[in-house]
């Protein structure tokens, strides 16, 4: 269930630390002042993104945390942030965040960007160094991203598609 009546603040980073994720290139852009970002994961930028960032405020390099500790974080951020920068499946924190109510920033480009845009629960940014623009203008309701969760990605509204699928193949 989505948190409520719990103040949100800073945005979280959840996933694989790799030039496609686009890390790299939304960090080099992200205005930290006011805009606190914790990143959660691992991969082989780690240890470079941290060295190169580690002097800089409002960044909090979590590493990797057990799934109950990532959605405890997924929950209590104003925003989730998806930088990548490929057309991959649908990330699986997409669907963590707005289950938990915490609307979504996509990079235009990717997966997740088609869904925001198509069903809503966020924004998409079309490049890197406008991001500053969304963060500042930012909001979009908890009880939005839920919505958004519960008309596309519940296990009701799954379970009500395949059942048409296979009445349809009948």
Known sequence: APVTGVPRSGWVYVGR????????????????????LSLIGDGPLWQSIQSENRDRPGLDFLGRLSQDQTQSAIAA??????????????????GEALRA????????????????AQAGGGRVYESDEIIGEFLDSWRIASSEARRVFDQHLSQATWVSGLERI???AS
């Open 17 to 36: 630390f790799s030039p496609e994720k686009g890390l790299s290139q939304l960090l080099a852009n992200w205005p930290m002042e006011g805009h606190p």
């Open 77 to 94: 951020s104003v925003g989730v942030v998806i930088p990548s920068r490929w057309a991959e499946g649908l990330p699986l924190v997409l």
């Open 101 to 116: 109510g915490t609307p979504v920033l996509a990079r235009a480009g990717s997966s997740a960007a088609d869904f925001i």
């Open 166 to 168: 296979y009445e349809q």
